[in-house]
């Protein structure tokens, strides 16, 4: 591609149309400086600006992130039947959600919370629930599972460690009568 620029140096090179350029009537002597036309040379990017390789980024994962995950890999081994139904936690910073599930029809058999009015009336925290408070959610699923005949069930912590809250909600509903 050229391109018409006037002359800053002695390196830029003629081009056989600019003389006929500069006798056609076109210019009319109106120009008062000379025309050149040259080939553009491709841009020089200096390294700092190009690396050689590209940057690969780490993606930040989030807790709540690497609990999904771990949620996932749980729930591809640990799967609800109407004999053994799945035992479901779900943890948040107020609350405390337990549920009995069947997975083959897609049914909740028996629910206990932090919200419902057995729990909610005897403690009364307000910074989350503690220990004390998971182990009365075992007691109330264990005792609601066994007024519907279900003794049996498969523990889904739900992506959380085994430990402290879930823990304790595991172990209130094993002695209360739950098998798992």
Known sequence: MFTAIVPSSSSTRMCPAASAMRSSAFFCGQLQQQLFLTARAPRVVPATVRPAFPAVEAKVATRT??????????????????????????????????????????????????????????????????????RKVGEVIAKSCLEKGITKVAFDRGGYPYHGRIEALAAAARENGLDF
């Open 65 to 134: 992130d690497n609990r999904i995950a771990r949620h996932k890999r749980i729930r591809k081994k640990v799967e609800g039947t109407p004999e053994r139904p799945r035992m479901s936690v779900f943890r948040s910073n107020k609350h405390l959600y337990v549920q009995v599930i069947d997975d083959t029809k897609m049914q909740t058999l028996a629910s206990a919370s932090t919200m419902q009015k057995p729990v909610s009336e005897e403690f009364d925290y307000s910074c989350g629930p503690t220990i004390e408070v998971a």
